[in-house]
Nanobody
Framework: QVQLVESGGGFVQAGGSLRLSCTAS????????MAWFRQNPGVEREFVAA???????TYADSVEGRFTISVDDAKNTLYLQMNSPQPEDTAVYYC?????????????????WGQGTQVIVSS
């Protein structure tokens, strides 16, 4: 059973930077497709970025060029580097892992989820 724990959320000013981390136990990132999603109250969970086991990255249009997803296999940790965040990036951010194929931007592709970490971007 894979367990995912996010960290690194908090308050950040618009235009600043923040790095989220997601550490896994019970599995190895190198064999999973990994992703970040985000969610606000009353809204569906939204795709942010994904990285496949083959290191192919995909980004939502809204974060392309500002956010970077990466994996440190040695530390079994997934990262989301958030540069120049904006107030509309405020959300709870979740990391996800899946061992089977599928549409990387779909929540149904992923079997394991973290508990989420809150990010608040002030203007």
């Amino acid at each position: 059973q894979v367990q995912l724990v996010e960290s690194g959320g908090g308050f950040v000013q618009a235009g600043g930077s923040l790095r989220l981390s997601c550490t896994a136990s019970g599995g190895y990132f190198s064999t999973y497709n990994m992703a970040w999603f985000r969610q606000n109250p009353g809204v569906e969970r939204e795709f942010v970025a994904a990285i496949t086991w083959g290191s192919v990255t995909t980004y939502a249009d809204s974060v392309e060029g500002r956010f970077t997803i990466s994996v440190d296999d040695a530390k079994n940790t997934l990262y989301l580097q958030m540069n120049s965040p904006q107030p509309e990036d405020t959300a709870v951010y979740y990391c996800a892992a899946g061992a089977r194929g599928g549409v990387v931007s779909s929540t149904g592709t992923y079997d394991y989820w973290g508990q989420g970490t809150q990010v608040i971007v002030s203007s």
